[in-house]
Each structure stands twice: as structure tokens, then as C-alpha cells.
């Protein structure tokens, strides 16, 4: 058996491999692309491909017409093509209208895109509620662009069709339910997202091989209008969600990062928090704010599900963000392991916490004669193991979980849990009702 | 139109130019200065001049005698005054007791003040309910007389009579009230409390043309007595208090400072604490504490009200407060101008804020279909005006004004008040019950 | 009569000679050792005296056997002796067994206890509830131990007999207990517990002469199991403990330190705390752990006592814990007599605060009336005098002790203490139900 670092970096590599293969293809929030997204996905796990109609009433919105592009470009008056959707498909605006016209710079230029402050990149920019078409390009290339004619092809389709989501639930032995999402709808920006759907489609296939308490239900859905499909559509469901994670941008070096959840003191807010501060992370906790991914839909006011936002660089702070710099090599093995390590880690902490009752409330009970304390009197610290004992036993009124006990001793949340399970297995300990 | 920083600075004079009329007029808790002093605010204001006679039981107190003062000086045994209250109305101790003697020096040393750490300066006191004759003058003078026979002479009267204050209330639409006080007990003291006096009287002629939601009740009545003599007879006045500021010492260049209500949270406490780290004015916020003005009496715990103290330099603090230094020289229009500023802005908060309801609580609602979000996706941030709807929206669960939402946030208020109304506008927001 | 200084001395000189008294005595948690102290402290005060026979169950536990040892030495093969348990106590481990038989140091080694990093100091080891023989010795004399043969002799007796601890109730006016606890089981150990012994019977004889509201009851008994034993016994007078100290290590010059009670917020948390941070004695206040002394018991979950642990040097953080180093010289009457003030502030605390209802709550009642404040206004503050009137007047809604007005002012206990009397005198207070 080869140490776990090995396994580790196996992991990250696996991710990687993934997320590489999820990269060319062209997502938006419906058509092939997702499709295609779910497919690749589908190798990893079992998931079940929701497909919702176009027009169908979802909470306040309306499910869009399907979006699907086969090719675009722009040719300059001696055909040359100046951008080319072929070869980069952040080239065109998302959910671009169809055009096939010649029209001179002049005019074009309102329909141009880019990024003066980075010239090299390709800036990500969608329309998807506002009929326009128009084409994202680097800032040099749009300078050297002469006065002229030139011929502008976007073959695209905005058609009556589906909104395409994914789901995978890896049932537990409760009826409460941990949730992970991630977004499907960017097209080639690796980092954001197809680190985070890579990320959870090897994640649910390690927890098939485990039998847990929760059901983990994985979601793969564009954003914004599939949190509201599905929270729309799975009302008994989401009042099942005893906590939730919103997976984004798990790919880079930077943070790592963690959005408290509208609630602020929810538990996966405490084990994001435990777990971002291990290990020298030094993680960042923010508080919620209502800006990001769907942590925006599942924290609106009528449900403010206990659900928080896990991302290496937090969203719109670094140089790569949603423009064409954020590609295959700006994610790596070694940062997708450690943020798969990380979520592991919490769902750990969520998987081995429970309340306990201390049976033997009234002093403490002799643990020396259960061989749980050392026989020998007189040194200056009880020792690790039995502190861990005597934090559960003293805290274990029905009012503290084990993850308090652990933030509350400052003792490793691992020994707390081995302590209260031989205190448990010692008749000692029940759990809390 | 002239630009609005001329505007301000209008009001500095127009408040200054008042303070300086009310300056030199000797007050005391009763008598004629008092309502001279009412006169010429009465000319601003529609002014309520109360009438309360002698013997009157006040809670735990009873209305005074009503003092008066006509002169009063101390001559050397040739002729010459020492002192003279035509100088200065600080000159003569408030509330002496009439005398005409002849007495040497020795005698008369116990009846006169002086501050002999400020030894330019004639000190401020008082002796309202203990009959005694004395006069204040500065130390270096004091230390100039020579042994040796004096006459002195305070012709004034205490005697059955009345106790006087002035109340302006303006109308708002609902029956919830706003009180703003300054004391009008202090005679020649330019900063305390000219300024307040000024200061509102001038903010009162300013609501008339305004439409409020509140009724803005404005006291101008002495200190301690006078409080409790509005208290005892506006059992259901004060009930109505929702929000109340006693101001004082708002002509100086120094602080500002903002003392809070007993209850410590109130609306008023949190509008203050927000205008005074508004624009770098890096204001002091102080915990409640039972010394100061008539905050005393509004925060008793038997009326436990919201109202807090407005001050630029706090009392106590600055050299020239209670002596002669605290005169016109010591206040100036611009600083009166920006006190008004603030109080005006902490109005504005009052008036603006309410406690929004989602009407779409699940989810976001689609802002982009009402227009109120950028159609064009994948910025980097929400924007501005983007944010507030989402924080507003986010919050609006009945249990956080728009204060809050502000405080929550790091949004201006103003900001956030324009997002909730075209919200509210767009039938998405409700006002909460 | 003589300054107060020198009483304070005087104190200290009285607790040094009584726990130099107990130094010697060879203590454990049963024994004639614990007897022998209990009729030294009862020469100060009239302790009853307790005995629980062997076998009696306890909460988890049950009473062990009784111990008593008459002597024990380690002869090498020339008949020498290299520990003599005639020198020092500390020499045979705690509840050894009986032992006599001739072994080679290979063997014996299994029986030694030094400390390496301490090699000429005697460690104190116990071994109550696991049969075990052994001696403790320096590190250096052990190493200077040749192979050979040694005869080991450890003339002890384990056998039915009792367990014993001593009570004493200085008796209140009302039904509401303090407990104030010291452990009486540690052999030659000057500061962990001679010290916290003789303050306590030096501090319950102090107490005999003074009429108080609480009962004081004062306990001497063995560490753990002796508190479990009181707590099994006395479940109405554990009811009635309001506040609750446990006292050891107060003979040296460190800290001092303060634990909390495991609630954290009660009255002794206050008092301890607000005794700790006067007079420049920067204590330091810990929260509750679970190890430590007899707090472990009273602060279990069951019981949940406000209960917290007073010392100077805290446990385990100073070199001479548990070590022949804790001995006469470590502890010094200056540091038994601060420490001695300090538990008598404390309880001056807790018998004179009371939570006051102001008669008057509308408004301040008129002090100068009653002669409680200056005639003469305009001073620039209200007195340190008056403040304590108007602190107590305003807090006085039945919710505030005079303790937390003390906090909440900033101002002395004793100032306040004094203002409420005369506020009540006046009849302007009276204690809220």
C-alpha cells in the first residue's frame, strides 16, 4: 500500500484529468454543451439528467429557450478571419443571437468585447435574458483591426428545448441530507468551473464506497436558474438539508476561501471553519454576502438553508477570472487534492458529530477503573486523552456537539470523537435525543 | 442656484447670527431671560411658551421661585467697582440672593468664585436651591484686592412667579414623535447652549416646509427642571418618543460626539453612530452614562427613552466650558453648519428608514426582467446599485430596517434606500408590519 | 491601634506558622495523616469531622481502602540507605503497597520514580485505585545507584478503615451557602495544599466574629473523591451553595490566577474578577476547564455549581509542582496575606451586594434635597460622590447588582456600596425581590 500522500496526489491528478477533458466543451445554462458536460460526468457516477422545457414558471422566472452554436467568426475585407469561434469558444457572447451580415468597424465595434487592462486575454461575457449578439476578443487583437468592411457569422439557435441538470444522490442511513453543488453553465474557464464539477463527480464516486449517515446529494446545474428549477421542484427536499456546499474555483493556489452561509453559525459553517484553520490553512471566513453563486438562491430569505460557498481564490479577486487566462494551466493537481481534502475533511466532521449526554452527570465518573485514565497520580497534565474525556464528559449536557467541544477545548476535533466514543462504548455516554 | 456648500455655510451664519443675539441676555432656570430669550427664538418659530407657577409638585421636585436680576457690583472703599454684572452676567452667582452691605475683604472672600488655574477667566455658577449671594469674577483680579471695606450690592429678587419653556412641535403624518432639546437655563455661555438653542430653532423653521413621517417636537426649557416638568405632564407625549437627541455644544470646532441612550441599540443610536463615521468625520460614540443634560432625565429607568446627546466638544472636556472663554470668539458658522449637517442627516435616516419584506423571499427574484440588473453577464462584480438590490432583497425577512441592512452591508444608506423603493416600486418589497 | 498593614502581616505570619504545622504530616486521601491535620485545624476552628466507611458507594465510585504507612527504605547491598521515607515523605509513592524483599536494581528500576529534567528534586507520585509499590527519589541519587542487590522495604497497610474530612459552618442570616474548599490529601507539599489549608481555617476563625448574610461553609477533604463525597451527601446543601471557591497554591508570589465557573457569567466570576483587577494586581482569569482541583466535581454537568478555583501560580505552570521543591521556603507569609485579602474582598463582595429598585424611576429623585449633592452647580463634573448616586439610580431596575453597576460604571464596589445605602436611606431605593 503506497503512503497517502501518493493517494492524495492521485486524487488530484484524477480531478485534473477530468476537469482537462470538461474544458473545450461549450456550456451555457442550456443546450448540448451541458449535455455533453453531464455525459463526461456520467462516467464517474450514476446521475440522473433532469430535463426541464423552455417556458416552464420556476418561482419568479421562466425557463429560457435552449442555446446551441455551431461556429462564428469575424473576416476582415480580405477574408482573413480575425476571431474564430473555433478556436476559442469564449469568442462569442453567450447565448448570442444568430447574424450573418457586413457591416464596416464602425459599426461592429458595439458588438466587440474586451479587455483593455489585460490586452492578451479573451474576457467571458453572456447575454442570456437580452436579445444581442456580439463577439469577445483579446484588446490588441481588437486594436489592430483596420477601418473597413467586414463580415460578421455567428450560426447560432435560441429554440423552444430543454434546460439539462444533473443529480446524484448517495443515500446515507437518515433521511437528512448534505448537499454539494456546482455550476455547469461556463463554458471554457477551468478554474471556474470545471474544477468544482470535477471536483464533486470524483467526490460522489469515493462516497459510494462509504456508508454514511447523510444522503449527499450532488447537483450539477447552471447557475442561478438550476437552483431555482431544483429548489422550485424539491421543496420536501430542501427542508432535508441539514447543510450544504457550493463548490467554485477549487483549482488554483490561492485561499482557501469560506462563505458563512446566511445563518452564520450553521454547522458547516463551524467545520468549514475548523477545517480551513488546520494544518497552518490559514483560510479566510467571510461572512455571507448575498453576491456569488447559488448561496444566493438556497440563503434568499424563504429558505436560508444552512448552505456556504468553498473556493480556493475567492470569485472576482484574481487576474484570471472569467477571461481566457483562466484555463488548464492555471488549475493543478496539487490544488484540486488539497481543496478534495478539505471538503473530505468537513464531511468527516459532519459525518462523526453528534450531541452527547453525559449518563453519569453528577461528579465525574471513575475512569481509572474503566482504564481510561492513567493509574498513576501526581504529574503536572492529565495528558492528551484524558483531557479529551473530561472536555466530553463536562460539556456533554445535551446542549454541546462534539464539534463545539472541540472548539471549545481547542482540542483536535478527531480526539474528541475517539474520546466520546469510548466513553459512549463505556456506557457513559448517550446521544442526545 | 448657488451650490449647495454655499447653502451650508448660510445656515452656519444664519444659526450663528441668532446665538449672537440670544448671548448676551442674562437666563437662569426662571425668569425674564427666559422668555426674552423665547421672544427672539419666537421669531424664527411659532413657538408654545408654557407657564408653570412657583410651588408646582414636579415628580420628586417642586417649581422654584422665579428669579430676577436688575445689577449688582462690588465697590473698593473709593468708589470704585471691582466687579460689575452690567459687564457680565456670569459676574453674579445664578440664583443669588439680594444683598447690599458693607463688609471687608475677609468676609466677603467666601462669596466669591474664581478659577485660579484660568486666571483670565470669570467661572459659571449657580446655587438654584440654596440660598446664598455670591460673585464670580477672574482670579487675577480677585488676587488685586486689597484688604479693606467693600460694598456690595446684588439687587435681585427671588419671589413667587413661574417657570417658562418653549415647545414647537411640527406635524408629521403619523403620530410617532421625534424629540429635539436644548437647555435654555445657561445665561452668556455662547457654546453651551446658545448654539443648541440656535441650532434647532433654525432646523424647526427648516421642517416647516418639509413633509415628514414623524412630528418633530422641539424643547427649549432649562435644565433638569425643565425636563422633568415636560415629562410629568406629557405622560402620553412621551410614550410617543421613538426617536430623541438633546443637543448642546454644537458651536465648537471640536469632536463630534454622540453619547448613547441608556438602551444603548436604539434606531437613534445607530443613525448617530452612522452619520458620525460618515465623510472622515471620525465622531466619538460613548456609552450611556447618568452625568450630562437632560439625557439624564429621558433615560431614567422609569422612562427608559430613546434619546441620546449630540455635542461637538463634550461638556467638561474643553477649557472654556462654564467660564467666560465660552463666548462668541469660541463658536463659529462653519462649525454650527456641519453640526446642523449632521443632525439633519440622522433626520433624513429617521425619515427614510423602514423594515422591507420580501414579497419574493424564495430565490432571487429576476431583477434583469425589470430592469434593475446589467444585462450583460460575467463582470467581475454585481456593481453598486446590483448590490444594494441583492442586500436589500436578502434581508428583507421583516426582522432589519434598512439601517441594518446598511450597517450589514457597508452600503450608504442612501444607496440602500433607493434600492429598497424601486424595489418596492416593482412590487417586490413590502413594508413589514 | 495598630495600621492595617501590620494586621495584614500579622495574618500572613499566622497562616505561614499553621501550614508549617501541616508540612510535615504525611497526608493522603485516607489515613491518620488526615486526621492529624484535621485536629491541627481545629485547634483554630470547631470542624466536625467525617468519616465514610471503606466500600460506602459514591456517586461512581466507592470509598477505597484506608492507608497509613510507618516507614519504608531502599538498603544497597552494604546495608546504606539510599531513600529513607524518615527523610521525606514523598519518598514512598502515595497508597503503596506493602513490600519487603531483597532485588537487584535491574528489577527494582521498575519502581523508581525521578525527575530527569529536575534530577535534585523528589517527585510526588500516587497510585490510589491500581496496587502498586514504589519510591520517588532525585534523579541524581538514582543515578548514583550501583548494580547489585537491594533490600526494599515499605511498612504500609492498606486495610478497611475510613475515609475522613473536615466541615465547619460559620452560620449566616439567611439559607444561602458559601463554600469555600481546600484539599487535604497531598503530603509535603507547602503550597499545593498547606497553604490553601491554614488560609482557610485562618479565614473561617476571622469569620466567627462577624454577623454575615451567607452561611460559610468550609470544607477539608481529599481531592476528588472527597468532594463526591460532600456532593453525594448533601444534595440540599449543594442547592443552597450561591457562590462557591476552591483555594490552593495561594502561598507563592505568582499570578494571581482566577478560573471561572463553568456557567462563566455567575457572581463569583464577577466578584473574583473584579477583586483580580484592582489595586495593579493584573490577574489573570481564565475560563473553565474540566482539570484542575474540586472545581472538576462541583462544575460538572449535574451539578453545575458556580464554583471557580483561586490560586497564585496555577497549577502545573511552576517548577516546584508536585515536587520536594514545594516546601516552606517556596511560600512566605506576604503572599498567604495578599492572598488571604483578596478572598476576604471577594466575600466583602458577596455580602454586601444587593440588586436595588429605584423608588423614584421617573426622572432623579432631587438629591440636594436630601443633602446627597453639591448646592453649588457649574462644576465641570458631578463628583465622584454624586456619579455614584446617579450610576445607582439609574441602573436600579431590578436587573443590575450593585456589582454589575460597579462594572458597568467603572467606578469602586465600595463606592457604590456606600451610595446605595444612603440612596436606601433616604428611601429612595429598596432591594428588588
Redesign the interface.
Known amino acids: 500500500m503506497r503512503p497517502a500522500a501518493d493517494a492524495e496526489v492521485d486524487v488530484g491528478i484524477r480531478i485534473y484529468a477530468l476537469a482537462a477533458r470538461l474544458y473545450p466543451i461549450c456550456r451555457s445554462i442550456t443546450g448540448e454543451g451541458v449535455r455533453k458536460t453531464l455525459q463526461v460526468l456520467g462516467q464517474q457516477i450514476d446521475l440522473t439528467q433532469h430535463e426541464v422545457p423552455t417556458g416552464t414558471p420556476v ?3 421562466t425557463v429560457p429557450q435552449e442555446w446551441n452554436i455551431r461556429g462564428g467568426y469575424i473576416k476582415d475585407a480580405s477574408g482573413r478571419k480575425v476571431v474564430d469561434f473555433a478556436d476559442h469558444n469564449l469568442h462569442v457572447l ?1 447565448y448570442s443571437a444568430p447574424v450573418h451580415r457586413t457591416m464596416p468597424l464602425s459599426e461592429l465595434k458595439a458588438h466587440i468585447y474586451t479587455l483593455p487592462d489585460q490586452p492578451d486575454l479573451i ?8 436579445e ?1 449578439w456580439g463577439f469577445c476578443m483579446t484588446h490588441n487583437r481588437f486594436l489592430a483591426m483596420e477601418d473597413g468592411e467586414y463580415e460578421v457569422m455567428i450560426d447560432s439557435q435560441k429554440a423552444d428545448g430543454h434546460l439539462t441538470y444533473g443529480e446524484y444522490v448517495h443515500k446515507g442511513e437518515t433521511d437528512r441530507d448534505v448537499l454539494l453543488s456546482a455550476h455547469i453553465c461556463h463554458p471554457s474557464l477551468a478554474n471556474d468551473n470545471c474544477s468544482g464539477l470535477a471536483l464533486l463527480a470524483c467526490l460522489a464516486k469515493a462516497m459510494r464506497g462509504r456508508k454514511t449517515r447523510y444522503n449527499y446529494r450532488f447537483l450539477f446545474a447552471p447557475g ?1 436558474i438550476g ?2 428549477i431544483w ?2 421542484h424539491n421543496e420536501a427536499n430542501a427542508a432535508r438539508i441539514d447543510h450544504g456546499l457550493i463548490v467554485s474555483c477549487v483549482g488554483d493556489g490561492g485561499g482557501p476561501n469560506y462563505k458563512r452561509s ?1 445563518r452564520g453559525d450553521a454547522t458547516i459553517d463551524k467545520a468549514m471553519e475548523y477545517v480551513l484553520n488546520r494544518e497552518d490553512r490559514k483560510g479566510t471566513i467571510k461572512d455571507f ?3 456569488g453563486y447559488d448561496e ?2 438556497y ?6 438553508l444552512p448552505v456556504g460557498l468553498f473556493q480556493r481564490s475567492a470569485f ?1 479577486t484574481f487576474p484570471q ?2 477571461t481566457s487566462a483562466d484555463n488548464l494551466d492555471f488549475i493543478a493537481p496539487e490544488h484540486l487534492a488539497s481543496s478534495y481534502k478539505m471538503i473530505m475533511e468537513a464531511i468527516d466532521i459532519l459525518e462523526l458529530d453528534w450531541t452527547p449526554l ?1 449518563l ?7 475512569l ?2 474503566r482504564g481510561l485514565y492513567s ?8 495528558g492528551e486523552t ?2 479529551a474525556y ?2 466530553v ?5 445535551g446542549q454541546h456537539s462534539l464539534l463545539d467541544i472541540a472548539e471549545r ?1 481547542g482540542m483536535a476535533f478527531s480526539d474528541i470523537v475517539r474520546a466520546a466514543q469510548l466513553l459512549r462504548e463505556n456506557d457513559l455516554l448517550a446521544e442526545a435525543a
Open positions: 418561482l419568479d422566472w453567450g474576457p467571458y461575457r453572456t447575454s442570456y435574458y437580452s444581442q442561478t437552483a431555482l429548489l422550485a446566511r454576502s448575498p453576491y444566493r438562491q440563503c434568499s430569505p424563504g429558505y436560508n472576482g477570472y472569467h453525559n453519569f452527570p453528577k461528579g465525574e465518573p471513575q481509572g477503573r493509574a498513576l497520580g501526581g504529574d503536572k497534565s492529565a484524558a483531557m473530561l472536555w464528559l463536562n460539556l456533554a449536557d477545548s
